[in-house]
């Protein structure tokens, strides 16, 4: 599911815009069509009482200046390849799993849409993509009853 479509379902989720029902006739492709709320007509950028400018001032891309920062810190820091491992807490989205946090993480992944251009919280078969071209063979996630899980990542 491409960005736009997770942006939608996460907000039909949670009740800012509506689904229409689409008569099968006009609708071969299985495509869905959605419809403003009260909640969203809020978000709409001509009206007085608008909460547009918030949402422009978190999309612009001065805000993600701090993240390549980081980057470069953690390149010179790097780990020894014989005795080092990385810990990682993160979040990891289940798709299967329902527990008190599903509905967090959904919200985290669309945060993760909204402040860097295709970013998104990670399943585990794309954290050990991630980490294997990172140079690290080995790896181990560790559930514990929270929103983040513990992920531990070796280089051999």
Known sequence: MDG??????????KKVFDEMPQPEKRNEKGEKAYSLNYCSKWWLYDTNATLAPMVMLRTNPITELHMHALNRSIKEGAISKETGKVVIVEIVQHSTKDDYFNDIRF??????????????????????????????????????????????AFPQ
């Open 4 to 13: 736009l479509g997770r942006l939608v379902k996460f907000l039909v989720h």
């Open 107 to 152: 919200t985290y992944d669309l945060m993760m849409y909204s402040l860097f251009s295709n970013g998104k919280e990670r399943t585990e078969s794309e954290w050990k993509k991630l980490l294997i071209v990172g140079g690290f063979c080995r790896y181990n996630i560790i559930q514990i009853p929270a929103l983040l899980s513990i992920i531990e």
